[in-house]
């Protein structure tokens, strides 16, 4: 069941403490509406991809109360900061070197070592402020359908998938965030939106140089040499051959599994949104000089199975496509 609030201080709290439970909260931003999970909850982050049914674990913006928020989870360079201090709280999303070390979930990032940050304004800024944590969030629609810019095409599209609904009413602005990276003497856009590229450049005093589309930045899903372990890959095993590493899902023992160097199970009641919790960690953990070949047990591919196995078919392709 997905309640639909209106906005009140008192709805706030109550949005707060959902998120805090680990669940999923639609909330209005001035740009679009946005689907929200704690960003340092690797579950509720992997419940975002199932309920908008995204086959992909694309890279989700980190949305922040302030830039001392944004500045313990990212690294400012002095052009990020003037872009900050121009634009937040507002519409612009900045693409900067993750921190090592923060509470941020890797599911967030995609397993990127950048995270996309933005201090959105009114209701959102509230929440966050109330949770104290950075808030995961992607457009609040079914993965390939518009962005909502009302708490009824929200509901419409994702009703009985999510927790709650913050009704804001519409949408101020109705266009995603822009958003841009920094890039030596130049920014990349790498989406146009709501804060106009001029004003961008006249603040940053940096040119913004619109990426090719279909150019590897813009799709830093595809990037998989990020993900992708040192050693060989092998998927859906039925057996383990001495000495391999063993990514284990689900109950039931694989042939062989006793003489695995060493065992990670995603999830060991079979739970996808654990498992797909676990992955990034997992994959990290074994991307070691001496782990040589890594077995990984079959993952079923209904729900969030699918962007789970396109992951790992990445992690495992010819190093050479990657
Ligand atoms: O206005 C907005 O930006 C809305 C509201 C809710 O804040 N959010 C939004 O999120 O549009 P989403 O997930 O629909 O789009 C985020 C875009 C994706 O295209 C994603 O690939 C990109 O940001 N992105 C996120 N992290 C990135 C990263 N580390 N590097 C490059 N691109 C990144
Ligand atoms: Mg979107």
Redesign the pocket.
């Known amino acids: 069941m997905t309640i639909v609030i209106p906005v009140s201080p008192d709805a706030t709290r109550q949005a707060a403490s959902c998120l805090r439970d680990g669940g999923l909260v639609a909330i209005p ?1 001035e ?4 689907l929200a999970a704690d960003a340092t909850n690797g579950p509720a982050v992997a419940h975002i991809f199932e309920a908008k049914g995204r086959p992909r674990f ?4 980190c ?1 922040v109360d302030s830039f001392a928020m944004a500045a313990a989870i990212v690294t400012f360079d002095p052009v990020a900061e003037r872009l900050a201090t121009a634009f937040w709280p507002g ?1 612009l ?1 900045l ?1 900067l070197p993750a921190r090592s070390g923060s509470d941020i979930h890797p599911l967030v ?2 397993g ?1 070592p ?3 940050v ?1 201090s ?1 304004r009114g209701i959102a800024l509230d929440l966050i402020a109330e949770l104290g944590r950075p808030v995961a ?4 629609n079914p993965s390939g359908r518009v ?1 909502p810019t009302t708490a009824e095409h929200v509901r419409r599209g994702l009703d009985g998938r999510i927790d709650m609904i913050l009704d804001g009413g519409p949408c101020p602005m109705g266009l ?2 822009t ?1 841009v ?1 920094p890039a030596g003497d130049h920014l990349l856009l ?2 146009a ?2 804060v106009a590229v001029e004003d961008i450049e006249a603040a940053a005093g940096l040119p913004v140089v619109r990426v090719a589309p279909g150019a590897a ?1 813009q ?3 595809q990037l998989a040499s990020h993900y992708a372990p040192a050693g060989l890959v092998r998927l859906d095993v039925q057996f383990v051959e001495p000495g391999e590493h063993l990514i284990a899902f689900g109950p039931d023992p694989i042939e062989g599994q006793d003489a695995a160097a060493a065992v990670i199970n995603l999830s060991p009641t079979g739970d996808l949104r654990e498992a797909a919790a676990t992955l990034f960690s997992a994959l990290t953990a074994f991307d070691r000089p001496e782990v040589i070949r890594i077995a990984v047990a079959p993952v079923p591919s209904h729900g969030l199975g699918e962007a789970i196995n396109d992951r790992l078919h990445r992690a495992a392709a010819p190093r050479d496509s990657r």
């Open positions: 931003t740009t679009v509406y946005g694309n890279p989700l913006i949305h519409a999303t693409v990032s995609g990127l950048t995270l996309a933005r959105p969030a992607p457009s609040a962005s995603e965030s958003i990276k790498l989406r939106g709501a930045v799709a830093p899903g």
